[in-house]
T-cell receptor
Framework: QQQVKQSPQSLIVQKGGISIINCAYE??????FPWYQQFPGKGPALLIA?????SEKKEGRFTISFNKSAKQFSLHIMDSQPGDSATYFC??????????????FGKGTLLTVNP | DSGVTQTPKHLITATGQRVTLRCSPR?????VYWYQQSLDQGLQFLIQ???????AKGNILERFSAQQFPDLHSELNLSSLELGDSALYFC????????????FGEGSWLTVV
């Protein structure tokens, strides 16, 4: 079964701290791992993504760490800010037939950064 | 603003009724996806269309159907509505069908009473 398990469900971090959200998967056919950020009342928006041939990708304060052997990947938010307070979803892409792909999402992590 | 437009933003309807949610993808995007978001199930993939053709089906109930029209807008039809269908329904679009970067609309809140 194609699942992506995300933890924790919620996370509270102080301003300036590091936020870490973890995801695990079973399907080795997943070939692309994006993270989406969703603010209240808005749709999810692509934040950062990684392919399984690299172990880390950094964009500003956001870093994805990828462990292919453990089938785990995580999002690190350095120097967390109150404006980062949102729900974060990890996702994994798989081929659903022919040249078609689909994304499977984790259940989300509600991040609250206290000032 | 992602460029994906969804209407209506909010909808309240009674059990047993039928509703239609509409989505206009970003200009130039050929692929449209529908997702259902609920507190307990997270983001669930329902169905995908690419240039008018159905490409993939996820956890879509038989009471639900969708289509993509020649102008690339899409509609999700929900019928025989049940209380459990209350959720936020997202449309997303992408240029291609490779699922790399998909852009979500702001969703349609459906409440079934």
């Amino acid at each position: 079964q194609q699942q992506v398990k995300q933890s924790p469900q919620s996370l509270i971090v102080q301003k300036g701290g590091i936020s870490i959200i973890n995801c695990a998967y079973e399907n080795t056919a997943f070939d692309y791992f994006p993270w989406y950020q969703q603010f209240p009342g808005k749709g999810p928006a692509l934040l950062i993504a990684i392919r399984p041939d690299v172990s880390e990708k950094k964009e500003g304060r956001f870093t994805i760490s990828f462990n292919k052997s453990a089938k785990q990947f995580s999002l690190h938010i350095m120097d967390s800010q109150p404006g980062d307070s949102a729900t974060y979803f990890c996702a994994a892409r798989s081929r659903s037939g022919g040249s078609n792909y689909k994304l499977t999402f984790g259940k989300g992590t509600l991040l609250t950064v206290n000032p | 603003d992602s460029g994906v437009t969804q209407t209506p933003k909010h909808l309240i309807t009674a059990t047993g009724q039928r509703v239609t949610l509409r989505c206009s993808p970003r200009s130039g995007d050929l692929s449209v996806y529908w997702y259902q978001q609920s507190l307990d199930q997270g983001l669930q993939f329902l169905i995908q269309y690419y240039n008018g053709e159905e490409r993939a089906k996820g956890n879509i109930l038989e009471r639900f159907s969708a289509q993509q029209f020649p102008d690339l807008h899409s509609e999700l039809n929900l019928s025989s509505l049940e209380l459990g269908d209350s959720a936020l329904y997202f449309c997303a679009s992408s240029v291609r069908d490779n699922g790399n970067t998909i852009y979500f609309g702001e969703g349609s809140w459906l409440t079934v009473v």
